[in-house]
């Protein structure tokens, strides 16, 4: 199964994830970003992969 993955040490919770997945990324109210499923389902892959693509800080991925 494909996995997200979150560099937590880049990510600079700049929200755009949030935009394109908003059922998987989350931005806390300390400004942290929350991630509600790390799993990669046909279902949210599409918005998965253009969050990734969106994230300025290149903080994530998804795993084969």
């Known amino acids: 199964m494909k996995r997200l993955k979150v560099d937590f040490d880049l990510c600079e919770s700049n929200a755009l994830c949030t935009g394109f997945a908003p059922d998987v990324f989350e ?7 929350q991630v509600h499923t790390y799993d990669v389902t046909p279902e949210n892959e599409p918005r998965i992969r253009q969050a990734v693509s969106a994230c300025p800080k290149s903080a994530l991925s998804i795993e084969e």
């Open 27 to 33: 931005i806390d109210d300390d400004d942290y970003l």
